[in-house]
Nanobody, 119 residues
Framework: QVQLVESGGGLVQAGGSVRLSCGAS????????MGWLRQAPGKEREFVAS????????YYADSLRGRLTISRDNAKNTVYLQMNSLKPEDTAIYYC????????????WGQGTQVTVSS
């Protein structure tokens, strides 16, 4: 089991930036990839970005590419999501997730952190 704790959300003005962090603990050796997903009010949860736990492979949602950077610090067992040029439609709860080497989908979730972008 991997435990995930997000931080860094809050209220941001449109055009601003925010950096989210996700600390992992527990069976971190079993992590294959980590990612961020978000859920806006009244909408389904959607993929934002992911990064392999080893190597340099990253993936971004096409609609968000260019405004995001996902990175990790394995020494700190932490993944970051830098979001720039924020828009009101980026308002959502952002969830950190991990997929283990034996899973075919996300199998560990954080509690979520709220990001609110004001216009």
């Amino acid at each position: 089991q991997v435990q995930l704790v997000e931080s860094g959300g809050g209220l941001v003005q449109a055009g601003g930036s925010v950096r989210l962090s996700c600390g992992a603990s527990g069976r971190t050796f079993s992590i294959y990839t980590m990612g961020w997903l978000r859920q806006a009010p009244g909408k389904e949860r959607e993929f934002v970005a992911s990064i392999r736990w080893t190597g340099l492979t990253t993936y971004y949602a096409d609609s968000l590419r260019g405004r995001l950077t996902i990175s990790r610090d394995n020494a700190k067992n932490t993944v970051y999501l830098q979001m720039n040029s924020l828009k009101p439609e980026d308002t959502a709860i952002y969830y950190c997730a991990a997929r283990s080497t034996t899973a075919i989908t996300w199998d560990s979730w954080g509690q979520g952190t709220q990001v609110t972008v004001s216009s």
